[in-house]
């Protein structure tokens, strides 16, 4: 066990360095930030004034060393653009990404899991090709669109919900709906897929026989055994939201990490986005890590296939 | 006791409708959340639309565009370097400490020492000294005689020497104290700040009582909260947003012409604008008051030279370019072969694209072979700064000095030791020299003018219009904007 750990948590610290290493070379060979941070008037004296400044002047290879040897000290650098610690900037944004993503998951579940059942249960009918129309609806349509198509008709219109920020639940509403709306339809269809797939069985089929009512029948068995495949696509939808965030923040002005990141990226503040990627890096490499480790818990052969 | 109640609710109801009813909070949004609240750090306008409220500076421009006293209350041009600031005298910082004369050098020194690395640091660097004479006066020494000093002075802000002694760059920057009509109040990361008002100001303070700058980068969603009701100002909108606003009676448009010029930029030295006669073509091409009037729609005017009546040295007597794409083509018939060059016109996301491919059409339409070369905006900076040989052959840029003076935006774009330039005349040196250094107006201007009349003549770069802005306002907010783009809470006020 030990060793199939230490084994595992080599490899994650290799690909976490890797990828490190990748954007640290790959934003900086995208181009230089100071020309951004300085006024159009700024003489070239000016901008190598500012690289001294930044320590951008110096050769790669002793930034790249520089930034590791400060990496290992939990150093994350500052930011060139807002003149403040990074951590303290990208820590203040992880709450509200993650208040955002669980909104929408609340969404996509509370609705799109009702969706899916009833359209399972109602195959054929005018209720399920309805829902399924509302289903197509959801996943085609474009974020940007449907995020300011909510704004107008509930902030500007009928002036139920704040038109954008942060700060109360209500606020919260609509950028949920907005990011889940996506998620709500893949929910739907793979309920539905699968809830089909139990109706067909033959415990159903005796149930039914038997005289078990509809709603017994989907509470007590057909809910629970669909439920395998909705929850292993939760941990993929997770991540999906996550990452989609950033057109949502945008429009609703919602202040989480896809803003942050798109925004750094445009101004060039190498450290800022350095330190977003890294953390990506490190959730997604030590999910797997987790998973893997779980895994062998529960499957012993994970644990001897090491060994062997 | 009914009668004692009764008495007691007209009181209240008395106070309640006797108490001023402009008596509330102004919400704006910005674009994007300041970058620093520190004066002296980045200057950008999400900073400074925050920032110049909380502080004060050395001299303001009233909402004509004059320089106006602000900490200096007068000043005097001692000698062809020495200039000689009056400090106000009663000024507090929001901690209640006075401001003196020493926090004004402390200001000064701080911003112009390069350690301290500025991002604004080019625009006072040609100020050398600065020391306390008089014991209320402060003299400013520069490094020769320099016209647009007091044009910087207006950017120029006074912080507390004790305080960011105490305690230390970032602190200050977190919770910046000033002496301007708004105290800093918070500042949630990625959200908003809040100031509030200081009712101890020196001057008018402004009628709220509190004042929060959101940041909202979605255009679509600025406009919708003003719609709502939950923005009372909103920055940073194009024409066709402006539009929406239009048929609104709670809200209204604001226009104002910047001191930003928009211009073609041509690379000189390489075909096929290296010909006198194709660089004519070019700018008869143009349908400047099509793109100003048909395209923009903000308030746009066309311009001829590389100023606006916004700044010190414009001309009035430059003519407006001609607009006649017949004779364009005859031009370019006549070297068919030299027009058909393939050449690239440079442009980033940051500027209205609509602009650049009517260029581009237009420029094609009479026999021109230009595609457009859109990247990011730091390769764009490298490509139209580079040397003529690597730089591209047309570039769409538009320039703000933020200091209305044609020194600002004439020697960037037109001396020869300029990055920004491809122009490499020694005439239009010299005489940009000149201006540079003169303190006498006359002199100044006569030597701008003789400058717009040589680019205008040679073609050498094609000035197309002056910018405007678009602001969004409730329609009781009284708000005036002017051309470098200020937003001072404090001449702002509430329609009954």
Known sequence: ?308 | MTHILKRLLTAVAVVALASPAFARDITVDLAGEPSSLDPHLQWNPDSYYVYRNIFDNLVTRDNDGKIAPQIATSWNQISDTQLELTIREGVTFHDGSPLTPEDVVYSVKRITNPDFGSPQLGQFNQITDAKIVDGSKVMLTTAGPYPALMAQLVKLSIVPKKIVEKLGKDAFNAAPVGSGPYAFNKWSRGVSVTLNRNDAYWGAAGPFENAIFRAVPDAATRVADLLAGTADLVVSIDSDAGIQLKGNAKVKLLSAPTERVGYVGLNLDKPPFNDPDLRKAASLAIDRLGITEGLLQAGEVPMAQMASPAHFGYSPDIPAFEYDPAKAKELTAAKSELASTPATLATAPVFDQRIVQAVQQMLNDVGFNVSISMTDMPTYLNIVRSEPAENSELSFGRWSCACQDADGITYPTLHSKSRWSRVNVPEIDALLEKARVSLDVKTRQNAYTKVHQMVRENHYLLPMYQAAVLYGSSSDLEFMPTANESMFLNRMSISE
Request: proline share 4%; charged share 15%.
């Open chain 1, 1 to 308: 066990m030990l060793r199939f750990l230490l084994n595992r948590g080599g490899q994650a610290l290799i690909a976490a360095f890797g990828v490190v290493t990748l954007v640290f070379f790959i934003q900086r060979l995208s181009g230089d930030p100071t020309a951004l941070l300085l006024p159009e008037t700024a003489t070239q004296a000016d901008i190598d004034a500012m690289r001294v400044t930044l320590g951008l002047d110096r050769p790669l290879i002793v930034q790249y060393w520089a930034f590791l040897s400060d990496l290992l000290r939990f150093d994350l650098g500052r930011s060139f653009v807002q003149n403040a610690d990074v951590w303290d900037i990208v820590s203040s944004r992880i709450p509200k990404t993650l208040q955002l993503a669980f909104g929408a998951l609340v969404v996509a579940l509370l609705i799109g899991l009702p969706m899916g059942l009833i359209m399972a249960i109602t195959r054929g009918k005018h209720v399920s090709k309805f829902i399924m129309w509302i289903v197509l609806a959801c996943q085609s349509m474009p974020t940007f669109w449907s995020g300011i198509m909510m704004i107008l008709v509930f902030g500007v219109w009928l002036r139920w919900l704040p038109s954008s920020g942060t700060g109360t639940f209500a606020h919260l509403i609509m950028p949920s709906i907005a990011l889940g709306l996506l998620s709500l339809a893949t929910y739907a269809r793979i309920t539905r897929a699968a809830v089909l797939d139990e109706l067909g069985k033959d415990y159903v089929r005796s149930a039914r026989a038997r005289g078990v009512r509809t709603g017994r029948l989907v509470r007590h068995h057909l809910l629970r055994n669909s439920m395998i495949p909705i929850i292993s696509i939760t941990a993929l939808e997770l991540s999906q939201l996550l990452a989609g965030a950033v057109i949502v923040e945008t429009v609703f002005a919602w202040p989480g990490l896809g803003l942050l990141t798109v925004q750094s990226i445009a101004a060039r503040d190498f450290v800022v986005v350095q330190t977003i990627v890294l953390m990506g890096a490190f959730v997604t490499i030590f999910a797997n890590l987790a998973a893997d480790i779980l895994y062998s818990v529960v499957d012993p052969r994970v644990r001897l296939a090491g060994q062997s």
